[in-house]
């Protein structure tokens, strides 16, 4: 488990970025797979998250997942709120409530979590590039001060996900990003013939962008074998037929 050194210095959140370390999954899923959406053993799975809570509080609610959609979409849970049994299709989730560990799933993609010590609010994101695109960091950030948060209390911490040198793109997905904004242009560069995208970087501008100044950056590359991460590009290269999925979550303790 990874953790970031900003968010430790809050008692009041437990927090963690798990790598495949430490579960019960097989094969290519070896072995804390947490992603339903994968095709391993819906009990490995169970177990997997159950290993995890355990990590995070284990007095604590059921972890709350979404079923993630590469959306700019998101909910925010009070008390009032009514579990589904259905999962809600949505990219990111926000709550002020106490042991409820909130959590995302990536496989390259960028986990954010978010809070805030003063309001003792906090916010899971799931940051592929599609929905960074589509402003949910935005999005998130405006409702979370909406409901009383200030920027400049907001820690975020960027999780382990692909980076620049692992992450390459063809020219229709860099000309999109251009026609965004023409300074996006800082987030690619060219090697050998081929377009790479900086998903870490451009994420870390949302936030900037969006007057987030506190932030933790792992700089954590979910490609590089060693890493011991999921990797949706890896499995690609090894011609693997699915991939796990990695957890980060965040829980007000």
């Not at 970025?17 to 804390?32: A, D, E, M, Q």
């Not at 926000?94 to 805030?116: E, R």
């Not at 998130?140 to 400049?152: A, Q």
């Not at 499995?235 to 796990?244: T, V």
Request: charged share 25%; net charge positive; aromatic share 10%.
């Amino acid at each position: 488990m990874i953790t970031s050194k900003k968010l430790l210095k809050h008692k009041k959140v437990s927090h963690g970025f798990f790598n495949k370390n430490g579960g019960v999954s097989n094969g290519i899923y070896k072995s804390l797979n947490c992603g339903f959406g994968s095709k391993d053993k819906k009990n490995k799975i169970i177990e997997n998250l159950k290993i995890v809570k355990k990590k995070i509080g284990n007095t604590s609610k059921n972890i709350f997942l979404l079923h993630q959609v590469h959306s700019n979409k998101f909910i925010f849970i009070n008390k009032n709120f009514k579990l589904k049994k259905k999962k809600i299709k949505a990219d990111a989730v926000i709550t002020d409530q106490q042991k409820l560990p909130i959590a995302v799933l990536t496989a390259d993609c960028v986990p954010i979590l978010l809070y805030d010590n003063k309001k003792n609010m906090i916010g899971a994101i799931h940051a592929g590039w599609k929905g960074a695109f589509k402003g949910i960091i935005k999005n998130v950030i405006n409702f979370m001060v909406k409901k009383g948060c200030k920027k400049k209390n907001i820690i975020a911490a960027i999780g382990p996900c692909i980076s620049l040198n692992n992450y390459n793109v063809k020219a229709n997905f860099k000309k999109e990003f251009l026609k965004k904004d023409r300074k996006n242009r800082n987030f690619f560069s060219n090697k050998k013939n081929m377009i790479y995208f900086d998903l870490p970087n451009y994420v870390k501008t949302q936030l900037k962008l969006n007057k987030i100044t506190n932030i933790d950056m792992k700089n954590i590359d979910t490609f590089t074998k060693k890493n011991n991460f999921f990797s949706a590009r890896q499995a690609l290269r090894s011609k693997h037929d699915d991939y796990g999925r990695n957890i980060s979550i965040i829980m007000i303790n």
